[in-house]
């Protein structure tokens, strides 16, 4: 099963994650909640992860490594919500997850 999911993301609220752009550059986000979405049940598994970022930098919307002890590092896109807010939305197969 994937490790960036909604109950290990959950039990990290608070704590800093490593988001990384492909020319190297590195920044500190806060996850700061996960909510899940209206198609989460038995067959998808889909939730939002937002974070808190400074005033100091703003990241455009793109594709990023985010990197942290509990999930490891994988490759998301995420998505701007204003200068110092950003989330990443996943949705997916359950049936999938079993086969991973």
Same mark, same amino acid.
């Given at each position: 099963m994937d490790s960036y999911n909604f109950r290990n993301l959950t039990s990290?609220? =608070? #704590?800093?994650?490593?988001?990384?752009?492909?020319?190297?550059n590195q920044v500190q986000l806060t996850l700061s909640s996960v909510t899940k979405n209206k198609i989460d049940?038995? !067959?998808?598994e889909a939730f $939002?992860?937002?974070?808190? =970022?400074?005033?100091?930098?703003?990241?455009? !919307?793109? $594709?990023y490594s985010?990197?942290?002890?509990?999930?490891? #590092?994988?490759?998301?896109?995420?998505?701007?919500?204003? !200068?110092?807010?950003y989330e990443t939305v996943v949705t997916r197969e359950r049936a999938n997850l079993a086969e991973a």
């Open positions: 990290i609220i =608070g #704590e800093k994650i490593t988001v990384t752009d492909k020319q190297g049940g038995e !067959q998808w $939002t992860a937002s974070y808190i =970022g400074s005033d100091g930098f703003h990241i455009p !919307q793109g $594709t985010f990197k942290h002890e509990l999930f490891g #590092e994988k490759q998301l896109f995420l998505v701007p919500n204003s !200068q110092t807010s």
